[in-house]
């Protein structure tokens, strides 16, 4: 067990090069937000996977399951494991395939929830459980051509599941493909072919079991009708938009607009402060060459750390409220500014790279739009040298606990 004094030491050291901070007030903003697009009658599933983006998942999950949030879902066996093993007890789904022996006994030993896409997969199932009837859930592909049986054998996978011992169909889900598009032709493509398949597999979409999803972030926002009873949200949990326009909000109906406040900030700090003459060159190949007595910050975070090595001589940072340009090539452990602008910058001060100061904000979309890529793989890049420091008081949504048993029997 560590001392006090060490326990201290740790806590300091976590603020002392760079780190991410997690604002669980916005986590719990972000969660409310979601809720008031949703009946009540309709379960909100928190994804989690990936370490909740990045975010770090168990308190991530604690913080959304007291917001209100009443399912949690991870894309691995073992992303389903380290929430059990910090005491979580929600329902979990774990939304990858899994098809093993020693994964079934993992699932059912650590009451998680398997996706079965295929019937061969069922069988696997059927046979390898030893435990009691274990719930299970049925993935659909409806046009995202990835995980799932097709929509239009949906009929023959749902009778087999049914007919085999030692399993329950707790839902039947698919998964959309273009949700956030501004043409919704594929969308409402997917929902009918979803829609068509529950009904021809005899069931009404609004009877009580099994459960029914087809929402992720961007369909939980731009249409009520595909909520069903559960919405799997991931993205918004984390206080960015899959699209521009469901930002503005320009294409919505006004109670369909989301405020959403980012969760993460990442943040490090000045390490020396030095000053060259023009025609210095800059960090690894020379890549930028002062054209002027230039004022550098040197800054202890780098491309180990989950800064995009693509991103120099193009990103900025914040430094006392003012933007501040990124210079040279980016390094392992460290990055350089431009500080000239800057009047007595001292080391030990804190660079926000993604978040607010003052006035002046970046968001992962930012980075994303520079590199030609998308805010998700932004917040799932950091790692995990970067410690995760919480901030902010989360909050205790006024409704009943969740109760799992209860949920389990419907």
């Known amino acids: 067990m560590l001392s006090w004094d060490q326990s201290s030491s740790i806590a300091l050291m976590q603020r002392e090069r760079a780190w991410v901070e997690i604002d669980l007030a916005a986590l719990s903003h972000n969660v409310q937000q979601i809720l008031s697009l949703m009946s009540p009658q309709t379960e909100l599933m928190a994804v989690v996977k990936a370490d909740a ?46 098809h093993t022996a020693d994964q079934i006994r993992a699932i059912e030993h650590w009451r998680l929830q398997p996706t079965l896409c295929t019937p061969k997969q069922a069988l696997v ?34 009778q087999l599941v049914k007919g085999l011992p030692n399993l329950s169909i707790d839902s039947i889900y698919s ?19 979803y829609e068509a398949a529950i009904r021809a597999c005899g069931y009404d979409l609004a009877g009580k079991h099994p459960r029914f999803h087809l929402a992720n972030s961007a369909g939980t926002m731009v249409d009520p009708s595909l909520h069903y009873d559960m919405v799997r949200t991931g993205l918004i949990l984390y206080g960015l938009y899959p699209a521009e326009h469901l930002r503005s909000g320009s294409h919505l109906p006004p109670a369909s607009r989301l405020d959403l406040r980012p969760v993460m900030q990442v943040k490090a700090r000045v390490t020396q402060v030095k000053r060259i003459q023009p025609g210095t060159g800059v960090s690894y190949g020379h890549r930028f060459v002062a054209d002027r007595d230039t004022t550098i910050a040197v800054v202890g975070i780098g491309y180990a750390d989950g800064v995009p090595r693509n991103l120099s001589n193009k990103m900025k940072v914040l430094v006392r409220g003012q933007q501040a340009a990124q210079i040279g090539s980016i390094t392992m452990d460290q990055l350089m500014l431009d500080v000239s ?70």
């Open 53 to 98: 983006y990045g975010h770090g998942s168990v308190t991530v999950a604690q913080t959304v399951l007291q917001a209100g949030a009443s399912w949690l879902g991870v894309a691995t066996i073992p992303e389903g494991i380290e929430l059990r093993e910090a005491g979580i007890e929600a329902p979990i789904l774990v939304l990858g395939a899994t």
């Open 341 to 410: 602008h800057i009047p007595a910058l001292q080391e030990g001060e804190v660079v926000t790279l993604l978040g607010q100061d003052g006035n002046e904000k970046i968001l992962a979309d930012d980075w994303a739009n520079l590199l030609g890529t998308i805010s998700w793989e932004i917040l799932c890049g950091f790692k995990h040298r970067l410690p995760r420091v919480s901030v902010g008081q989360p909050y205790v949504a006024k409704r009943a606990v969740f109760d799992p048993i209860k949920r389990t029997l419907g």
């Open 175 to 193: 998964h959309l493909a273009t949700a956030e598009d501004l043409d919704p032709t594929i969308r409402k493509q997917q929902q009918k072919r």
């Open 125 to 158: 199932y059927s046979e390898s459980v030893r435990g009691s009837v274990l719930p299970v859930h049925i993935k659909l592909d409806t046009g995202m051509s990835r995980l799932g049986t097709s929509w239009e054998q949906a009929v023959e996978f749902v």
